[in-house]
C-alpha cells in the first residue's frame, strides 16, 4: 500500500450518504438496518440449507449456493458502512478502507453477473437435454465455470482498481455517494480520467453484455424447447424452474446496466445512488425470498431441518 498513498494526495474520504436531512437519517437507519438483517438471515439461511440437505447437492443449488453467498458478501461490505453513515456526524473512510471496499464491491458485482449466466446455462442443460444433464453438468464442468465466474471477477476487479489507484484526488475529497464507487471517485480525480472512464465502459461493457448475451441465447433455446412440449402441465413446470432465475436476472441487470452503461451526463448523481442502492442492497434482500418462496424443493428442505432442529432440541430438554 506504500505506492497506493504516494500517488493520492488524501489520507481519506468523507461519503456524502444518502442524503443530508437531519430528519431522515434515524428513519434511513432503521429501515436499512431492517433490510441488512433480512439479507443476512435470508442469504446465510439458503447457504445452510443447501449445505445441510443433501438432496440439494445439485448443480442448480451449487449455483445458487454461491449466489447467496456472492450477495451476503456484496450486501456487507457496502450496508454497515452505510448504517454507520447515519448515526455519525461525519462519515469518513480511509484512503485505503475507500479502495479496498471497491475491490470487493467490484468483485461481488462481477462475479454475480457470471453467476447469473452459470445458473441460466444450467437451466438450458436441464430442459433441452434433460437426458445427457447429469454427464454434462458434472461435478468438474461445474467447478470449471465457478473457477471462472470467479477469475472474471478478480479482472474485472483489477482493472478498476489498478486505474483508481494511479489517480491523484484533489482537496475536495467528499465523495457524493454512501459508497467508495467507481464514477463518484472519478469526479474527484485532479488528473485525467480519459484511461478510466474507458476502462468503465468496457469492463463493464464486458461484464454486462457477455452474460446477458449468455442468458439470452440460452433462454431462447429453452423458450423453443418449451413450445415443443405438448402437455400443458410440462410447460408449466418447465416455466416454473426458470421464473426465479428471470426475475433475478431482470432486477440486477437492469439496474446496473442503467448505473454503468449510460453516459454520467444524463445521469445526475442522485439517481445513481437510487440504482446502485437497487443492487446493492434490495437486489441481495429479495434473491433469497424470490428462490425460497417460489421452489418447493427449498421450502420442503426448509421444513425438514425445521423438523430436525425441534426433535433434537425437544430431546435435549427431555
Known sequence: MRMVGENSSVAEFILAGLTDQPGLQLPLFFLFLGFYVVTVAGNLGLVTLIGLNSHLHTPMYFFLYNLSFIDFCCSTVITPKMLMGFVSKKNTISYTGCMSQLFLFVFCGVSECFILSAMAYDRYVAI????????????????????????????????????????????DHLVDHYMCDILPLLELSCTST??????????????????????????????????????????????????????????????????????????????????????????????????????????????????????????GKS
Open 194 to 315: 480519459q484511461v478510466n472512464v474507458l476502462v468503465v465502459f468496457v469492463v463493464a461493457g464486458i461484464n454486462i453484455s457477455v452474460p446477458t448475451v449468455t442468458i439470452f441465447i440460452s433462454y431462447a433455446l429453452i423458450l423453443s424447447s418449451i413450445l415443443h412440449i405438448r402437455s400443458t402441465e410440462g410447460r408449466f413446470k418447465a416455466f416454473s424452474t426458470c421464473g426465479s432465475h428471470i426475475i433475478a436476472v431482470s432486477l440486477f441487470f437492469g439496474s446496473a446496466a442503467f448505473m454503468y452503461l449510460k453516459p454520467s451526463s444524463l445521469l445526475p448523481m442522485s439517481q445513481g445512488k437510487v440504482s446502485s442502492l437497487f443492487y446493492t442492497t434490495v437486489v441481495p434482500m429479495l434473491n433469497p425470498l424470490i428462490y425460497s418462496l417460489r421452489n418447493r424443493d427449498v421450502q420442503a428442505a426448509l421444513k425438514r431441518t425445521l423438523s430436525r432442529m425441534w426433535f433434537y432440541w425437544r430431546r
Open 128 to 171: 433441452c437435454h434433460p437426458l445427457v444433464y447429469t454427464a454434462t453438468m458434472s461435478p468438474l464442468v461445474c467447478l470449471c465455470l465457478l473457477l471462472g465466474v470467479y477469475g472474471m471477477g478478480f479482472l474485472g476487479t483489477v482493472a478498476h482498481t489498478v486505474c483508481m489507484v494511479r489517480l491523484t484526488f484533489c482537496a
